[in-house]
């Protein structure tokens, strides 16, 4: 990994710990937490059987579709704050998902992190129900150059925030990855929430 590469890492690793996990509305709709059968066996790796297709040239995406748990969302691009942190969407907007820009675009080679907020004053937000995916879960980002990225769900996990494994999630791959990224892992009133929900996917096709 470049240095530039380490720089955005590290600054993003920062951001598991302290956004994701203070924005719970209502400790009593907790959102569905994913269960130790969607999770990884071992190193994140593609479905066994299923296909990784050639990654794509970079574009910025611009919408991002789960069919399975009716996400709809435009995308946003995300830069870092003066901290150092990955800039947040705006949490008054409960149907947008960020995208960090300096990052890898979803679809072209590498790991593209994405991020969304699970619940805000109102209420439920666009990956409230990110917990609820399946392995095996079509994910669907439409790129500013035409072309829909279509990514299957390998895995999803839930971390503490004392225990998130920065390079598993940030770290370089060697086909079209992508993280979705939101809060879980229980509520506490006083800190919001105690950790983060993970989702992993692979490019399988373009549209």
């Known amino acids: 990994m470049s240095q530039k590469g380490k720089g955005w890492l ?5 951001l598991a710990g302290v956004w994701l996990i203070r924005h719970g509305a209502d400790a009593q709709l907790m959102p ?28 910025s995406p611009v919408r991002i579709r789960i069919p399975s748990i009716r996400v709809d969302a435009p995308m946003m691009r995300l830069g870092l704050g003066a901290d150092g ?7 008054e907007d409960r149907n947008v998902v960020g995208w960090y ?4 675009p979803p679809g072209s080679k590498g790991s593209a992190i994405v991020a969304g907020h699970v619940d805000n004053a109102q ?9 609820a ?8 980002v439409v790129r500013r150059d035409g072309r829909t990225a279509v990514f299957s769900l390998d895995a999803i996990e839930v971390y503490g925030s004392d225990d998130f494994p ?12 992508l993280r979705l990224i939101t809060c879980g892992g229980g509520f506490s009133k006083k800190t919001g929430y105690q950790g983060n929900v993970v989702a992993y996917a692979h ?3 373009v549209r």
């Open 123 to 131: 209420g439920r937000s666009v990956f409230y129900d990110l917990g």
């Open 133 to 140: 995916l399946q392995r095996g879960s079509t994910v669907e």
């Open 10 to 14: 590290l600054a993003i690793a920062a």
């Open 101 to 104: 820009r300096d990052g890898t």
């Open 85 to 91: 942190s990955l800039d947040v969407p705006p949490a």
């Open 166 to 177: 920065d390079e598993r999630v940030y770290g370089d791959s060697p086909y079209a990855s």
């Open 32 to 59: 569905p937490q994913p269960t130790t059968a969607q999770a990884f066996a071992d190193a994140p790796a593609p479905l066994p059987g299923s296909p990784v297709a050639e990654p794509l040239k970079p574009s």
């Open 203 to 205: 490019l399988t096709g």
